[in-house]
């Protein structure tokens, strides 16, 4: 288990600019998460993937936003025509199938993004 | 989806025993209440799930009443490195393929030396 892991680290970008960031989850978990988290708040919840199906989007996210997972594998999140208010940490997350109870989410450190 | 509130801060002493209470009084049947922690600058880390009465791992104890509208996270002997936010989340599967899981502004514990 290598753990979910997330690139870049840290990505400052200008006003306007569009940005990706990459997921990698953990090799045998089918759902995938994608949250969003500003200074002194929890993680808000965006997008969701079970295998490759992107099943449900957060109202939060703005046209905007673009999220893909080719092939189930891994997953990324575009912003286009960056905006101030994107300026957060994008955290990534997966679990495995359901058994018993809610599968525990497997987060990456995410990718902390700021616009300037 | 199921609202929690719990306590913005929280200090202890190293080696004393912490409790932190959530209270959830719109829970549904079929939720759980999955409790996580935060290091700054990481993701959150799951640290116990329950459904009701107690719950043991090696890390901490989760204490749930019959009525389920409250659940308390028990951490024995708590150390510096257990500085952290801790979430308490209420959920369960969506219907729609996920698990709808909410996290609120979470619990920031202060271990003091």
């Known amino acids: 288990d290598t753990g979910v892991s997330q690139d870049p680290r840290h990505k400052i970008t200008k006003r306007g600019q569009n940005v990706t960031f990459r997921c990698d989850p953990i090799s045998e978990h089918n759902r995938l998460y994608w949250y969003r988290q500003t200074l002194g708040q929890g993680p808000e919840f965006l997008t969701y993937?079970?295998?490759?199906?992107?099943?449900?989007k957060s109202r939060l996210l703005s046209d905007r936003f673009s999220a893909e997972r080719p092939k189930g594998s891994f997953s990324t999140l575009e912003i286009q025509r960056t905006e101030q208010g994107d300026s957060a940490m994008y955290l990534c997350?997966?679990?495995?199938?359901?058994?018993?109870?809610?599968?525990?989410?497997?987060f990456g450190n995410g990718t902390r993004l700021t616009v300037t | 989806l199921a609202k929690t509130t719990q306590p913005i801060s929280m200090d202890s002493y190293e080696g004393q025993e912490v409790n932190i209470t959530c209270s959830h009084n719109?829970?549904?049947?079929?939720?759980?209440i999955t409790w996580y922690q935060q290091f700054p600058s990481q993701g959150p880390r799951f640290i116990i799930q329950?459904?009701?009465t107690k719950v043991t791992n090696e890390v901490a104890s989760l204490f749930i009443p019959a009525d389920r509208k409250s659940s308390t996270l028990s951490l024995p002997r708590v150390s510096l490195s257990d500085t952290a936010v801790y979430y308490c989340l209420v959920g369960g599967y969506s219907g729609a393929g996920s698990y709808q899981l909410t996290f609120g502004k979470g619990t920031k514990l202060s271990v003091i030396p």
């Open positions: 329950g459904y009701k």
């Open positions: 719109n829970i549904a049947t079929n939720d759980y």
């Open positions: 993937f079970q295998n490759e199906a992107q099943l449900e």
């Open positions: 997350a997966s679990s495995p199938r359901g058994g018993g109870g809610v599968p525990p989410l497997h």
